[in-house]
């Protein structure tokens, strides 16, 4: 198994872009989430979804869209980029549908810069 | 929702010696506490976790220790060495209603000097 695969690992965009950060489980998780981090401020979560079909909003959603079509992939999109968005972006997933008791298996991240 | 407060953010120990990071949490509803370790550049990974229904957990030179009551929970590591040297993270898990998810503190960089 691959894991959880993020892609790009890196990526500049100018204020005002919009671009989606691919998010890929090959473990048939039904929990996928976003989180960023950021110095300082641990890891924050952004949107999460329980299975397909299923999203919700997590601390700090603004600014980012997210949709889940099929069990593997949960992409997330920034409509319309910011400075303060540039982070580090963590896709994490999860086999139990409702998370408890369940750990998160993270990818290896995305740096984003946003200029 | 839930607030996890984590300390010391940063923690300089000599090899050999015990480390300990602390975290509190607001939401008496929690129920599950995941320890991660992330090392520089790389993802946070699990190390070890603990339920609601368990005081203590140990695995090797870890141990993850509960007080539902205080609504605390701590990390120990014993016999550090320099691979420890890495950001940890505590979390819980906010259970609520309907689903859960996973309130991150904001890491304790542990450095494990020679």
Known sequence: NAGVTQTPKFQVLKTGQSMTLQCAQDMNHEYMSW??????????????????????????????????????????RLLSAAPSQTSVYFCASSYAQGLRGSPLHFGNGTRLTVT | GENVEQHPSTLSVQEGDSAVIK????????????????????????????????????????????????????????????????????????????????????????????
């Open chain 2, 23 to 114: 975290c509190t949490y607001s939401d008496s509803a929690s129920n599950y506490f995941p320890w991660y370790k992330q090392e520089l550049g790389k993802r946070p990974q699990l190390i070890i976790d603990i339920r609601s229904n368990v005081g203590e957990k140990k695995d090797q030179r870890i141990a993850v220790t509960l007080n539902k009551t205080a609504k605390h929970f701590s990390l120990h590591i014993t016999e550090t060495q320099p691979e420890d040297s890495a950001v940890y993270f505590c979390a819980a898990s906010n259970s609520g209603s309907g689903y859960s998810t996973l309130t991150f503190g904001k890491g304790t960089m542990l450095l494990v000097s020679p």
């Open chain 1, 35 to 76: 989180y960023r981090q950021d110095p300082g401020m641990g890891l924050r979560l952004i949107h999460y979804s329980v299975g397909a079909g299923i999203t919700d909003q997590g601390e700090v959603p603004n600014g980012y869209n997210v949709s889940r079509s099929t069990t593997e992939d949960f992409p997330l």
